[in-house]
């Protein structure tokens, strides 16, 4: 099932209420296709990370639109600190910051203190967010050991009908993004 890039209408209110069911979309991300879910639905989280067979330990990044939709799930941010990391991003910079106690351990990893999060500069990755209306997980689409995706084509060929396909191309990008550990300034990727 092929949606348009900028999805609109009756798709996009099968996206959200798919999303709220707990369900896993994948979508096109900087350099590959992304596996999102829910930032704060437990049920999905462990569905994703199920369905990539990865460690669950690890922790997930979480995309945004904007640096709104991410202070929910961060600690508070000093305004020097929120000036500065406005000015990071639409980026593929990935930034751990500091994270509220009620984020689950699932998605920051069992043990930390930081988010992984990140504003994306390819643009439909942030309309997505923008149009569902909350900030969404963002995994690369593969099991884990295996290649990304890179085309919708092979979204379907590795999970068939267990993930909502939103279409559109890739930014192209051929590197991840970049880790960086905001508090200690340690690129970590």
């Given at each position: 099932?092929?949606?348009?890039?900028?999805?609109?209408?009756?798709?996009?209110?099968?996206?959200?209420?798919?999303?709220?069911?707990?369900?896993?979309?994948?979508?096109?991300?900087?350099?590959?296709?992304?596996?999102?879910?829910?930032?704060?639905?437990?049920?999905?989280?462990?569905?994703?990370?199920?369905?990539?067979?990865?460690?669950?330990?690890?922790?997930?990044?979480?995309?945004?639109?904007?640096?709104?939709?991410?202070?929910?799930?961060l600690?508070?941010l000093?305004?020097?600190?929120?000036?500065?990391?406005?000015?990071?991003?639409?980026?593929?910079?990935?930034?751990?910051?500091?994270?509220?106690?009620?984020?689950?351990?699932?998605?920051?990893?069992?043990?930390?203190?930081?988010?992984?999060?990140?504003?994306?500069?390819?643009?439909?990755?942030?309309?997505?967010?923008?149009?569902?209306?909350?900030?969404?997980?963002?995994?690369?689409?593969?099991?884990?050991?295996?290649?990304?995706?890179?085309?919708?084509?092979?979204?379907?060929?590795q999970?068939?009908?267990?993930?909502?396909?939103?279409?559109?191309?890739?930014?192209?990008?051929?590197?991840?993004?970049?880790?960086?550990?905001?508090?200690?300034?340690?690129?970590?990727r």
């Amino acid at each position: 099932m092929r949606h348009p890039v900028r999805p609109a209408g009756r798709f996009l209110h099968r996206l959200r209420a798919h999303l709220y069911r707990g369900g896993l979309i994948a979508y096109p991300a900087e350099g590959s296709y992304g596996l999102g879910c829910l930032p704060d639905y437990a049920l999905a989280l462990r569905k994703l990370i199920a369905l990539k067979k990865r460690p669950q330990h690890k922790g997930l990044i979480v995309i945004a639109a904007d640096l709104a939709q991410l202070q929910p799930l961060l600690a508070p941010l000093s305004a020097t600190d929120v000036a500065a990391i406005s000015q990071q991003w639409p980026a593929p910079k990935t930034l751990l910051l500091p994270v509220r106690q009620r984020v689950l351990p699932v998605l920051r990893g069992r043990g930390r203190q930081t988010l992984a999060v990140r504003i994306p500069d390819l643009a439909t990755a942030r309309f997505l967010c923008r149009a569902v209306g909350t900030a969404l997980v963002s995994t690369s689409c593969n099991r884990a050991g295996k290649k990304a995706c890179g085309t919708e084509r092979e979204v379907r060929r590795q999970f068939g009908r267990q993930v909502m396909i939103v279409g559109g191309r890739t930014g192209g990008r051929k590197q991840p993004s970049q880790i960086i550990d905001w508090v200690s300034g340690k690129r970590l990727r």
